[in-house]
């Protein structure tokens, strides 16, 4: 496969004005929403896929709506970090450490600038490396038969979820929830309505929208309520900058967080979150020689903004050549695509072409229009964190309304969606966590296909599934990491009930 | 507590879960049936839920006192939104909803209504007029 004309190739499906459109809207709002304190991207993104359907964007379309949305979010979450001391979302969380500071210091405008720059950077270097990984990366997974495929689901669920931080028990409940919930329906094999009651709201199975907009956004309200701030946040002015746009890039430090935000994004179970603090923890050992990070320092502002834009774009790799999510946010993406008819994976590179590299070279066009719409316009996005959260946030209940409503126009839709949130409500003051639910629900189907493919092919017996080096080695790479993290559990337990009995 | 309770209705439920599953089988297709995935998915849930009996997180801390009113108002509102957005309309509907949760969140009424006329006329205009997505005008505009 050659990459150059392919590339070509996208950019003239990237060009098409509805496309370029799709993409600066979704960049502006992915801006939003990542500015926003209480929207993440995850339900960012939950609540906009319905709208994406009922406006009958084209797949590829679709895509680079939610891709432009889910870079922008990368990009906003750091308007609030730096400006007001809260992180907008959780992979902006470090960059408070020294963008705030910076701001108190009067460079509030530079370090705007900064952070914009270095996410680009990030960003860039990320479609870069999905450019040249994701072919080969395909074209090795043409191999993939349904045992392969099994493995690989079942590591999706554990790991992705989160099993690296938290109770294991409780992950594993989470994934074990969303297959259970996944498996309402019609059987698609036999035709047997399973666990519908009779219902026929619930024949063709729950939708995956209508849990993930209850669980994230209508918990988060309700999460909200609870942790409601009193008084008004200050806010420090944007003002002017300092120094020239030119000595505001970092490269140094942009090319070492971003590569390592590209691989932890690539790599299941670690999305931007981990990225930033591991790309600002390796940037204050490189070049904290005056021990100046923490007190407004440029560079930690620069490292961890290219680190998650960076794992941003990672994360989309596997989702693409694998069809298998590396996040919860390509999760939902991937769920998305799927209700569009569209099956990532390796086939999707020879099938559907236009898509794949439509939306890689979308993605190109979304970092120039991020870079513009975040260093002259900022000020815009900066104004929208004044605007008090109790007006927010019902307008953020609004529009998941709306959106789930506009799937099938009914209310049964609706009190399922509070239903969840509810429910997801429970899940997070229990800390069980909410991302393998959801991967659960999208990646059931096919793990039960592939399952029951391979076994089928066996005449039922189990061991097939462990026959396959490649397998055999994915279950190998779950169980261990399964291993490590009861280990982890277990001496933590002893920890505290030391500590119990010493006090 | 919570988490003892919560493993012994996982652990019930599990229970059910499979016995259900076991009703779906079939004599003829592919060996494993419908009845497969399910009860291969109950065993480890149900014992996942008994390890929680056994071995709880600490408590959580539960929201109590008005926080947890709020939250069950708030429940309440959603409930009622979900049940009267058809015959109402959007525009009324929410204009109810949005003033009910933002006086709830601290606002004052006038500045509340005023929330909420915004909210619901903004989302109509944009939604329903401008990207051409059909909501209810139920009541409030002669349908």
């Keep these: 496969m050659d990459i150059i004309p392919s590339l070509a190739n996208g950019f003239a499906v990237a060009a098409q004005p509805m496309n370029l459109l799709v993409a600066f809207i979704g960049c502006f709002v992915g801006t939003v929403i990542g500015a926003l304190p209480g929207i993440g991207p995850v339900n960012g993104i939950a609540i906009l896929i319905p709208l994406a359907f009922s406006l009958d964007l084209s797949p590829v379309s679709a895509l680079i709506l939610l891709t432009s949305v889910y870079y922008g979010s990368m990009f906003g979450g750091r308007i609030a970090s730096i400006l007001l001391n809260i992180p907008g979302d959780s992979s902006a969380v470090v960059t408070c450490i020294d963008g705030f500071p910076m701001a108190k210091k009067g460079r509030a405008a530079d370090a705007l600038a900064i952070s914009a720059i270095s996410s680009f950077f990030g960003g860039t270097l990320a479609t870069v490396g999905l450019t040249v990984l994701a072919p080969s990366l395909a074209m090795a997974a043409i191999h993939f038969g349904p045992r392969e495929y099994f493995a690989l689901y079942v590591m999706a669920i554990i790991i992705v979820g989160g099993i690296a931080t938290g109770n294991p028990a409780k992950t594993l409940v989470a994934g074990l929830l969303g297959l259970v919930i996944g498996t309402v329906g019609i059987d698609p094999a036999t035709g047997i309505p399973r666990f519908t009651f009779g219902a026929y709201e619930l024949y063709e199975g729950i939708d995956f929208v209508i849990v993930a907009i209850g669980l994230f956004a209508i918990s988060e309200f309700l999460i909200y309520i609870e942790q409601r701030r009193t008084g008004p946040v200050e806010q420090v002015p944007v003002g002017r900058r300092t120094t020239a746009l030119r000595r505001l890039t970092y490269p140094a430090t942009s090319l070492r967080a971003s590569l390592l935000g590209f691989v932890i994004g690539v790599l299941p179970g670690a999305g931007a979150t981990l990225a930033s603090f591991m790309g600002y923890a390796l940037e204050k050992r490189v070049s904290d020689k005056e021990n100046t990070f923490g007190k407004g320092d440029p560079r930690g502002v620069a490292a961890p903004e290219a680190a998650d834009n960076a794992a941003a774009g990672g994360s989309l790799v596997p989702m693409l050549t694998l069809g298998v999510p590396g996040s919860g946010t390509t999760a939902i993406m991937l769920g998305m695509l799927v209700t569009l008819n569209v099956q990532p994976g390796p086939l999707l590179f020879q099938q559907q072409p236009d898509i794949v590299w439509g939306l890689v070279a979308a993605l190109y066009v979304s970092n120039i229009i991020l870079l513009i719409l975040n260093i002259p316009l900022v000020g815009i996005f900066a104004k929208l964190l004044s605007v008090p959260p109790h007006y927010l946030m019902p307008g953020v209940v609004t529009v998941s309304f709306l959106g789930v409503y506009s799937v099938n126009q009914n209310s049964f839709d609706l009190l399922m969606m509070v239903g969840f949130g509810v429910f997801g409500y429970l899940l997070r003051k229990m800390s069980i966590p909410l991302v393998p639910v959801v991967l659960g629900i999208i990646l059931g189907t096919p793990m039960e296909q592939s399952l029951r493919r391979a076994l089928a092919a066996s005449g039922g017996d189990v061991w097939t599934l462990f026959q396959s080096p490649l397998a055999l080695g994915l279950h190998a790479v779950t169980a261990i990491i399964v291993a490590i993290a009861i280990l982890r559990e277990s001496r933590r337990r002893i920890g505290e009930a030391a500590a119990t009995r010493g006090a | ?143």
């Design chain 2, 1 to 143: 507590m919570s988490d003892r309770i919560v493993g012994v209705l996982l652990a019930l439920f599990a229970g059910w879960y499979s016995w259900e599953a076991g009703s779906y089988a079939v004599d003829f297709g592919d060996p494993m049936g419908p009845a497969f995935f399910p009860e291969l998915l109950a065993p480890p849930l149900g014992l996942l839920g008994l390890y929680l009996v056994l071995r709880p997180d600490p408590e959580p801390e539960w929201s109590t006192g008005r926080y947890l009113l709020s939250q069950a108002a708030t429940v309440v509102v959603l409930v009622a939104y979900a049940l009267l957005l058809q015959p109402m309309g959007f525009i009324l509907a929410t204009l109810l909803m949005v003033t009910c949760l933002t006086a709830m969140l601290g606002a004052r009424l006038p500045q509340a209504l005023g929330g909420g006329a915004a909210t619901s006329l903004g989302a109509f205009a944009l939604f329903d007029w401008l990207l051409g997505i059909p909501l209810p005008p139920g009541i409030a505009f002669g349908g």
